[in-house]
Nanobody, 130 residues
Framework: HVQLVESGGGLVQAGGSLRLSCEASGDTFSNYAMGWYRQVPGKEREFVAIINWSGDTTYYADSVKGRFTISRDNTKRTVVLQMNSLKPEDTAVYYC???????????????????????WGKGTLVTVSS
């Protein structure tokens, strides 16, 4: 498995931007589907975005579509979540996650919530003030 470490969280005003990074070590990162989730204390973890192994297929939660962009650089073993036009309701701990299964049906199942990703980072806190 890969090991995942997130960075880039912090405090930002509403309307601002943050760039989260996830660095992978260990296994062959380029084979992995990579995703971002978020969780508010007391609530269930929420899917945010996912990208396939090659980076040519992405999916987003409706709540972030048009504001967040997921991308990856397989040579640098990183996946990035660019977050623009942030809202107070985006406040959460953001987790990077990955899985060596990267086919279209699996990714669509993850988006639908019927499958989960296998490897998780420890999270980074994003706080958006109003």
């Amino acid at each position: 498995h890969v090991q995942l470490v997130e960075s880039g969280g912090g405090l930002v005003q509403a309307g601002g931007s943050l760039r989260l990074s996830c660095e992978a070590s260990g296994d062959t990162f380029s084979n992995y589907a990579m995703g971002w989730y978020r969780q508010v204390p007391g609530k269930e973890r929420e899917f945010v975005a996912i990208i396939n192994w090659s980076g040519d297929t992405t999916y987003y939660a409706d709540s972030v579509k048009g504001r967040f962009t997921i991308s990856r650089d397989n040579t640098k073993r990183t996946v990035v979540l660019q977050m623009n036009s942030l809202k107070p309701e985006d406040t959460a701990v953001y987790y990077c996650a990955g899985d060596p299964r990267s086919g279209g049906p699996f990714i669509r199942a993850v988006v639908a919530g019927s499958r989960g990703l296998d490897v998780w980072g420890k999270g980074t806190l994003v706080t958006v003030s109003s």
